[in-house]
């Protein structure tokens, strides 16, 4: 099992560019989250998705939008990015009810120009 | 929403020597308390959890306490050991219906051999 696996592990966007992050699981969770952690703030919640074909606002959804693309595959959007949009994503999978653990995959580290 | 604090920011020990990392949390229907270790470069691990019928929790060096009262949790690294050195992020979930886990800021504890 490869557990929460992110594409890309870097890049590198120009203000205004638009680009996909990809998360997928092979641990058939029923839940995904995207997360941005950055220095000093911890993890804050963009969007979850508590089952497939659902999608849900969590703490800081501003400049993104998410597709759960099947059970596996939880993407996530920046339509047009911006400097403050420069961090690491981490992608979560959870069995599915609340007060599971949440698995979290390598991250992917975005910075804007 | 909830609130959860994390105290302290950064702390360093003598290899052997135990650590203690405290969390205070400000939704009393939270009751599901997570701790992940995050070692540089790569996504959060979860190492234990709590709920909140449970008052103390150990796996091996690891201990977590929980005052539901005060409302606050602490995560405690007994003979710590160079490999203890990362970041370490408690979490609180307010429960049932609830898909959103509210993390700290984050300890980096630093073990000197």
């Known amino acids: 099992n490869a557990g929460v696996t992110q594409t890309p592990k870097f890049q590198v966007l120009k203000t205004g560019q638009s680009m996909t992050l990809q998360c997928a699981q092979d641990?058939?969770?029923?839940?995904m989250y995207w997360y941005r952690q950055d220095p000093g703030m911890g993890l804050r919640l963009i969007y979850y998705?508590?089952?497939?074909?659902?999608?849900d606002k969590g703490e800081v959804p501003n400049g993104y939008n998410v597709s759960r693309l099947n059970k596996r595959e939880f993407s996530l959007r920046l339509e047009s990015a911006a400097p403050s949009q420069t961090s690491v994503y981490f992608c979560?999978?959870?069995?599915?009810?609340?007060?599971?653990?949440?698995?979290f995959g390598p991250g992917t580290r975005l910075l804007v120009l | 929403g909830e609130n959860v604090e994390q105290h302290p920011s950064t702390l360093s020990v003598q290899e052997g020597d135990s650590a203690v990392i405290k969390c205070t949390y400000s939704?009393?229907?939270?009751?599901?308390f997570p701790w992940y270790k995050q070692e540089l470069g790569k996504g959060p691990q979860l190492i234990i959890d709590?709920?909140?019928?449970?008052g103390e929790k150990k796996d091996q060096r690891i201990a977590v306490t929980l005052n539901k009262t005060a409302k606050h949790f602490s995560l405690h690294i007994t003979e710590t050991q160079p490999e203890d050195s990362a970041v370490y992020f408690c979490?609180?979930?307010?429960?049932?219906?609830?898909?959103?886990?509210?993390f700290g800021k984050g300890t980096k504890l630093s073990v000197i051999p």
């Open positions: 998705s508590a089952s497939e074909g659902t999608t």
């Open positions: 979560a999978s959870s069995h599915g009810q609340n007060q599971e653990t949440q698995y």
């Open positions: 939704d009393s229907a939270s009751n599901y």
């Open positions: 979490a609180a979930s307010s429960g049932a219906g609830s898909y959103q886990l509210t």
């Open positions: 709590i709920r909140s019928n449970v």
């Open positions: 641990m058939n969770h029923n839940s």
